[in-house]
C-alpha cells in the first residue's frame, strides 16, 4: 500500500501541474434571520473574496482569531459548504491555472461569450461544487478533513475497525479480512497497532483519537488533507507527537495540507506557506518566513506581538490591540482592520460608524440625545440632536482629540445646522493585496516592515 | 516579588509569608472503576504579593487543587481523603483603612496576629505568628465569608461563570452588599444610622416587604443613598479593569458583551474586595490570543498595583512564562518541581518538566522533531508506590518502580521530587543527568 | 496508556474480536443494571408480571370461544376470595377475579406492546423525516405535532373511542393517536443534535450516502431517549387503556383490568373489596415496574455517564 500511494503523488505531479488546489475569489454569506418570520435582515460575510493556491505537497496554514472564518473556509475547501460565490479549483495543470486566474481578473459584465464559455467548461471539470459525479468522488477521496474535536468526530457506537475503515467500504475498496489488514496497516502508520481494532473511542485518550482521525483520513490515499485546529484540544506533549506524525506522513505519502489554526507556534513549525485573515478578508500570504520575520500588515504583528513564545523575552510586555473584533454582519469600510490598527492613517476607511464607536468607548453621553441618522453614503451622515446645546458639544468632541487623529485626519466636511451635525469622511476604496515581495502580498497602505 | 514589610507580629520581616499553604492534599474522586487519586499529596506555598504558576497537563490535579481552596469540589463523588488547605487572612490596614500607606506597603491590607499566641508563633499558626484558617476543615458559613472576600476566584470561561439573567451592575453590586456592608453604609453617610431596615438593605438582606418599607418617601432617600454608593463602587471597579464606558457597561447583560469583555467583568468582580488571594483558573483559554494578551497584561497590572498573591492555572508553559514570579509543575496528582520562573525555564531539573518544555514547538526547531514526551498520563486508580512518571521517562531506573520520590530541595528555592536530585538514602544506581545551561 | 505497549496478542478473528467488545460492552450495561437496586426491583417485577401474560393459558383453563372474555359463573355472584373454584373470588356479573387478573396481564401487555411499537415506528419516521431534512417538511410536521400536543391526551382518546364506539381497538387506536406525538418530537430534538457532530461531516467527507449517514450514524446515536421513554410508556398506556375501559369504553365483559375495577367499584362499600382490588393493584404494579425501570434506563443510558465507563 505504501508503494502506491508514494507513486501516485509523485509521478502524476508533474503532469498535472504544481498547485494541488487553488481558492478563486472565495465568498461565504451566510443570513441572519430576524423576528417571528425569520426575515433575512442581512448576511454575515464569514469568507469575503479569499484566494490563494496551495501547491503539491506543501502545507499552508491558515492563522486567524475565532469569526475570522478560517474554520468556514476550511469547510468551503472539503466540500462540505457550498460557497455562495466564487470557488476551490482543483486538478488544474499549469495553463489551465493560468487561464483561470487571466479569465476571472476580468469583471462579470466584461466578460465577452467566449470567455464565459471557457469559464464554465473550467468551472464543470475543476470547481468542486460543480463537477459532475465522477469527478466528484474523485475529489472526495483526493481531499480529506481531520477535525479538532476528535471525540465529536468520531462515532461513538462505531468500534476502531468499523470509523478507519468506512472509507474503504463505502468506495467498495476492501472487505473482510483484507478490510481489517488495511485498517491494521492504517493504524500502524499513525503509531497504534491491532490490538485498538475492535475498542470504541471513548476508551482512548485525546491523542490517540486524534490518531485514529487521521488514520481515517489516510484511508482513500488522498492528496490534501484539510487539518482543521487538529491539536488545540490536545495537551503540549501529545500535541508534539501528532504534529511529529503529521510531518513524517507528509514526507513519506507526499501529502498537502491546509492547516487551520490559531496558533503561531504551531504554524511557524509547520507551514511553508501562511495566510494571515481577519474579518472575513486576506491580511497577509506569504511565505512562512516573510510572514514571521518581515511581515508587512500590522494585524500580522500584532498576532506575533500577542503570541507568547519561549524564546522571547520574560520580562516584555505584550504589545496588545484596542477593542474587538467588530461586528462581521457590517465590517469595517476600507481596511477592515482599521478600528484597531495602531498604525491607522487617514486613508484607511473611517467612516461615521468608528467615531460614534469611539466616542462612545471614551465614555462620552453625546449619543443619549441622538434622535435621528440620515446617511448620504458610506462615508457621510446627518446626526440629528435633541437640541443645538448638544449639538455643538457633539461637534466639539468631534474635534477633540477622544477621536483618534487619524479619524479626524479623514473628516473632509464637519458643519453643524441648528441641531442637525454633519460629518463627511474621505471615501476610500476597499484596501487591495499588493505584491511586497515573490509570493508575498499584505492589504495595508502602508509598505512598511513590521519587524522593527 | 518579596517585599519588605514594616514590623509585623513575632518580628518576622525577612521573607514574606504564606498567605496560604497546601499542606499535604489528597483529593479523590469514587468512580466505577474505582478510586481515582486525582490529587494525591500536595504541597504548595503560595507567598504573600507574589504569582504562583501551576502548570501541567489535562487531568494533573490543577483544577481540582484550585478549586478546593474553596471547596468548589462537590462531594461526593470527591472525597477529601487528607491534609489541609491553610490561610491567613488579612484585614484591612487600620493607618489608612484601607487606601494604601506606609505601614502597609500600599495594599491597604495586614495580616492578622494569630489569636492563640499572639503573634509569637504557635502549632495552629505554624510558627508564623499569624492567624492561620484551616479552609478545609471550616464551616460552610465561615467560609461564604471568604469567598469572594478574602480569597477569590476567576474561571476558564467567563460565559459560564456569569449569571446571565443579571446585568453587570447586579453581579458585582453583591459583592459589594456581601462583604462590606460597613463601607456601603459609611460612605453614604448613614454609618451611624440605627435603622435596621437600611443595614439589611446594605447587606443585601432585606426582604421584599422590607425594600417596600424602604420605597416609603422617608426612607427612600437612604435607600436611594445606598444603591448610589454601590452604583459607584462598581463603576470604579469596572473602570480599574480599563473597561471603557463602565456607567454604560454597567447595564449590560453577560449576553451582550464580547468574550474579553466578560473576562473583564470576571476579573472586576474578583478584585472587588480587594482579596489577599486571587485563583485565576485558565482565564485566557478560552480567549483569542489578542484578547488573552490584553487580560494578561491586565492582570499583571492589577496584581502589581494591589500585590494580592496569585495562584495562576494554566497548560501553556509559555505563557507562565511571563506572567509568574513562581511555578509549580504538577503530574498526575503531585507536584513534581517547583521553583523560581527563571530557573524553571532555565534549568528544568525534573524529567517531566524538561519534556514539557521541549515539546512546545518554537523557531530553532525544525519540523519533525519535536520531542514528545512517549505514552500518556497513567490512570490514576489506585497508583502503585512508585514515581508516577516512571513509563514516560527516559531516565527511569529500577528504583524508579519501587520508591516514591518526595518533593525535596535539590538548590535554594528549587523543589524537586526525583532521585536524580535527591538521591534515597541507600545506595542505588542513578542515571546521569546533564544539567542544562540556557 | 498501558495499552500502546501491550504486546502483540494473537490476531483474533474479526468477528470474534467484535463480538467480544460489543459482549464486554453489553456486559458492562447489564451490570449497571444490577447494581441498581431499584432498576433491579423494576426489572423482577416485570419479569413476573410478562411471565404471567405470556403462560397465562397455562396458569388457568382459557374461556372458549374467547380466551380474552370472562368466563361466566351465574352462580356465583360476589363470592368472597377464597371460595373454592374461585381463589380471588367473583365479580358481581360472576366472572373469576383470578381469571381476570391473569389474562388481564394478558390484555395488558398486547395493549401496551401494539401501542407502544406502533407510536415509536410513527413517530421515528415522522421526527427523523422532520430533523434531518429540516426546512418546510419540518415546520409543517412540527406544526401537525403542536396541534396533537395541544389536545389533553385523556380527553383526546376519550373523544376518539368514543366517536369509534367502545371496543378494544378503538382503545389501541386512541393511544396511538395520541401517543406518537412525543416521540417525534424526541426523535426530531437528538436527530437535529446528533446531525451537528462532527462525525456526521467526518462522514460525508469520506462520501458516504445521506441515507447511510442517516442510518449508520445519526439514528443510532438518536434513540437512547426513545428507549426510556418506550419503557415508561409501557406503563403509561396500560394506566390510560384502564381509565379508558374504567369509564366504559371498551366492550363489556372483556379480561382488562380496568374494566374489573370499574365493575367491583360499585361493590365496594359494601364491604365486597375484591373485584376491585386485586386488578387495580395489578395496574398500580405495572405501572411502577416500568417507571422504576425507565427511570433506572435514563440514568444507566445517559451518554455523559457512558462514555466515562
Not at chain 2, 495562584?311 to 509543575?329: E, G, N, P
Not at chain 3, 361466566?72 to 381469571?99: F, I, K
Amino acid at each position: 500500500m505504501t508503494a502506491t500511494i508514494g507513486s501516485t503523488g509523485t509521478a502524476d505531479a508533474t503532469l498535472r501541474g504544481e498547485i494541488a488546489i487553488s481558492v478563486r475569489d472565495l465568498q461565504k454569506h451566510f443570513p441572519i434571520r430576524e423576528g417571528a418570520l425569520q426575515r433575512v435582515a442581512g448576511h454575515v460575510r464569514a469568507v469575503d473574496g479569499v484566494s490563494f493556491d496551495i501547491k503539491r505537497g506543501a502545507t499552508v496554514g491558515l492563522v486567524g482569531e475565532s469569526g475570522c472564518g478560517k474554520t468556514t473556509l476550511g469547510r468551503c475547501v472539503s466540500g462540505l459548504t457550498d460557497p455562495t460565490f466564487g470557488g476551490v479549483y482543483f486538478d488544474l495543470t499549469e495553463a489551465d491555472h493560468a487561464n483561470l486566474v487571466a479569465l476571472l481578473a476580468v469583471p462579470e459584465n466584461d466578460r465577452t461569450d467566449d470567455m464565459k464559455r471557457e469559464l464554465e467548461t473550467l468551472d464543470k471539470r475543476h470547481r468542486i461544487d460543480k463537477l459532475g459525479k465522477k469527478d466528484w468522488i474523485r475529489y472526495r477521496r483526493n481531499c480529506q478533513v481531520v477535525f479538532q474535536d476528535a471525540f465529536a468526530s468520531l462515532n461513538p457506537r462505531h468500534l476502531v475497525r468499523e470509523i478507519v475503515g468506512r472509507p474503504l467500504k463505502v468506495h467498495k475498496e476492501a472487505s473482510g479480512e483484507e478490510l481489517t489488514e488495511r485498517v491494521v496497516e492504517l493504524l500502524e502508520r499513525v503509531g497504534m497497532g491491532r490490538q485498538h481494532l475492535y475498542r470504541y473511542p471513548h476508551q482512548f485518550s485525546g491523542g490517540q483519537r486524534q490518531r485514529i482521525s487521521i488514520a481515517r483520513a489516510l484511508a482513500l490515499d488522498p492528496e490534501l488533507i484539510v487539518l482543521d485546529e487538529p491539536t488545540s484540544a490536545l495537551d503540549v506533549s501529545v500535541q508534539a507527537q501528532i504534529l511529529n506524525i503529521l510531518h513524517d506522513l507528509q514526507s513519506q505519502l507526499h501529502l498537502t495540507y491546509l492547516f487551520i489554526t490559531h496558533d503561531l507556534s504551531v504554524i511557524r513549525h509547520m507551514a511553508d506557506e501562511v495566510v494571515v485573515m481577519y474579518l472575513g478578508k486576506v491580511a497577509e500570504v506569504g511565505s512562512t518566513d516573510d510572514i514571521f520575520d518581515d511581515s508587512r500588515h500590522p494585524y500580522t504583528h500584532a498576532l506575533h506581538r500577542a503570541s507568547p513564545d519561549l524564546e522571547d523575552d520574560p520580562d516584555a510586555e505584550f504589545v496588545t490591540l484596542e477593542g474587538s473584533v467588530p461586528d462581521p454582519a457590517r465590517p469595517p469600510k476600507g481596511c477592515r482592520f482599521h478600528t484597531r490598527c495602531p498604525v491607522a492613517t487617514s486613508v484607511c476607511g473611517w467612516e461615521v460608524d468608528d467615531v460614534v464607536r469611539a466616542l462612545e468607548d471614551a465614555g462620552g453621553s453625546h449619543f443619549g440625545s441622538l434622535t435621528d441618522v440620515t446617511r448620504h453614503s458610506d462615508f457621510s451622515a446627518d446626526l440629528v440632536l435633541t437640541d443645538e446645546k448638544a449639538a455643538v458639544a457633539l461637534e466639539e468632541a468631534l474635534r477633540s482629540d477622544r477621536v483618534p487623529a487619524a479619524a479626524r485626519g479623514a473628516i473632509v466636511e464637519l458643519s453643524r445646522e441648528g441641531s442637525r451635525v454633519r460629518v463627511s469622511f474621505q471615501e476610500v476604496p476597499e484596501v487591495e493585496l499588493t505584491e511586497r515581495g515573490p509570493g508575498h502580498v499584505a492589504a495595508c497602505v502602508l509598505d512598511q516592515s513590521m519587524r522593527a | 516579588m518579596t517585599t519588605a514589610r514594616a514590623p509585623q507580629p513575632g518580628g518576622r520581616t525577612d521573607e514574606a509569608v504564606a498567605v496560604a499553604s497546601v499542606v499535604g492534599l489528597k483529593i479523590h474522586f469514587e468512580s466505577k472503576a474505582g478510586r481515582v487519586h486525582a490529587v494525591d499529596g500536595v504541597d504548595l506555598d503560595i507567598r504573600d504579593g507574589e504569582t504562583l504558576g501551576l502548570v501541567g497537563e489535562t487531568g494533573c490535579g490543577k483544577s481540582v487543587t484550585a478549586r478546593s481552596f474553596l471547596r468548589l469540589i462537590p462531594m461526593p463523588p470527591g472525597i477529601h481523603a487528607g491534609g489541609a488547605v491553610l490561610f491567613r487572612p488579612h484585614q484591612r490596614c487600620p493607618d489608612c483603612s484601607g487606601i494604601g500607606c506606609s505601614v502597609c506597603d500600599d495594599t491597604g491590607r495586614l495580616p492578622v496576629p494569630c489569636p492563640h499566641c499572639r503573634g509569637s508563633g504557635c502549632s495552629v499558626c505554624g510558627d508564623t505568628g499569624f492567624e492561620t484558617i484551616d479552609l478545609s476543615a471550616l464551616p460552610e458559613q465561615e467560609l461564604r465569608k471568604i469567598r469572594g472576600d478574602r480569597i477569590a476566584m476567576i474561571f476558564q470561561d467567563p460565559a459560564k461563570a456569569l449569571n446571565p439573567a443579571m446585568t453587570v451592575r447586579d453581579q458585582l453590586a453583591e459583592a459589594f452588599y456581601q462583604h462590606r456592608t460597613g463601607e456601603v453604609l459609611e460612605l453614604a453617610g448613614l454609618a451611624d444610622s440605627s435603622n435596621p431596615l437600611l443595614r439589611r438593605h446594605a447587606g443585601q438582606r432585606s426582604r421584599l416587604i422590607e425594600r417596600a418599607l424602604l420605597s416609603s418617601p422617608g426612607l427612600r432617600s437612604q435607600r436611594n443613598q445606598i444603591e448610589t454608593v454601590v452604583d459607584s463602587m462598581v463603576a470604579s471597579a469596572l473602570a480599574e479593569t480599563q473597561i471603557p464606558n463602565p456607567v454604560k457597561v454597567m447595564e449590560r447583560y453577560p449576553h451582550e458583551l464580547s468574550g474579553g469583555m466578560k473576562q473583564r467583568v470576571m476579573i472586576a468582580q474578583a478584585l472587588a474586595c480587594n482579596p489577599d488571594l486571587l485563583i485565576a483558573d485558565e482565564p485566557t483559554t478560552a480567549l483569542d490570543v489578542t484578547v488573552q494578551a490584553k487580560i494578561i497584561e491586565l492582570i499583571k497590572e492589577l496584581q502589581g498595583r494591589r500585590k494580592s498573591a496569585v495562584l495562576y492555572i494554566s497548560h501553556d508553559l509559555s505563557l507562565v512564562r511571563r506572567v509568574c514570579d513562581r511555578v509549580a509543575v504538577m503530574y498526575a496528582g503531585r507536584i513534581v518541581e517547583v521553583g523560581r520562573t527563571e530557573e524553571i525555564f532555565a534549568s528544568p531539573l525534573h524529567p517531566y518538566t524538561r519534556g514539557l518544555l521541549a515539546a512546545i514547538p518554537s523557531r530553532s526547531q525544525a519540523r519533525g522533531e519535536l520531542v514528545a514526551i512517549r505514552g500518556t498520563v497513567p490512570e490514576l486508580i489506585d497508583p502503585p508506590p512508585s514515581c508516577r512518571f516512571v513509563d514516560r521517562c527516559s531516565y527511569a531506573v529500577a528504583i524508579c518502580r519501587e520508591l516514591d520520590p518526595i518533593l525535596q530541595a535539590a538548590e535554594s528555592g528549587h523543589d524537586v521530587a526525583c532521585f536524580i536530585h535527591n538521591p534515597p538514602a541507600m545506595a542505588v544506581e542513578l542515571p546521569t543527568f546533564t544539567k542544562r545551561t540556557s | 496508556m498501558a495499552t500502546e505497549a501491550a504486546p502483540r496478542q494473537p490476531t483474533p478473528a474479526p468477528v470474534v474480536g467484535a463480538l467480544r467488545t460489543r459482549a464486554t460492552r453489553f456486559g458492562e450495561l447489564s451490570r449497571d443494571v444490577l447494581r441498581n437496586p431499584t432498576t433491579l426491583v423494576g426489572l423482577l417485577l416485570i419479569v413476573a408480571l410478562i411471565s404471567i401474560a405470556i403462560f397465562a393459558p397455562l396458569l388457568v383453563e382459557p374461556n372458549t370461544p374467547d380466551p380474552y372474555q370472562m368466563p361466566r359463573d351465574w352462580g356465583a355472584l360476589n363470592e368472597p376470595p377464597g371460595t373454592p373454584g374461585h381463589v380471588l373470588g367473583t365479580t358481581p356479573h360472576g366472572g373469576d377475579v383470578l381469571y381476570g387478573v391473569i389474562w388481564g396481564a394478558r390484555t395488558s401487555l398486547r395493549l401496551s406492546l401494539i401501542v407502544v411499537s406502533v407510536t415509536v415506528v410513527i413517530g421515528l419516521i415522522v421526527g427523523s423525516l422532520a430533523g434531518f431534512l429540516g426546512g418546510k417538511i419540518d415546520e409543517f410536521l412540527m406544526r401537525l405535532v403542536d396541534v396533537f400536543l395541544s389536545i389533553p391526551e385523556l380527553i383526546f382518546a376519550l373523544a376518539i373511542a368514543a366517536v369509534l364506539g367502545p371496543s378494544f381497538a378503538n382503545i389501541v387506536l386512541a393511544l396511538a393517536a395520541v401517543f406518537w406525538v412525543k416521540y417525534a418530537r424526541i426523535i426530531r430534538g437528538q436527530v437535529i443534535t446528533i446531525k451537528q457532530n462532527e462525525y456526521v461531516d467526518a462522514a460525508r467527507v469520506i462520501g458516504d450516502s445521506r441515507f447511510r449517514i442517516f442510518m449508520k450514524d445519526v439514528l443510532p446515536n438518536s434513540i437512547t431517549p426513545v428507549v426510556v421513554q418506550g419503557t415508561l410508556d409501557m406503563g403509561n398506556v396500560v394506566l390510560i387503556g384502564a381509565t379508558l375501559s374504567f369509564i366504559g369504553l371498551a366492550e363489556a365483559g372483556l379480561a382488562e383490568w380496568g374494566v374489573l375495577v370499574s365493575q367491583g367499584q360499585a361493590g365496594i362499600s359494601a364491604g365486597r373489596w375484591w373485584a376491585s382490588t386485586f386488578p387495580g393493584l395489578m395496574v398500580f404494579l405495572w405501572a411502577l415496574a416500568f417507571n422504576l425501570v425507565g427511570d433506572g434506563f435514563r440514568d444507566i443510558l445517559d451518554p455523559k455517564t457512558e462514555s466515562k465507563r
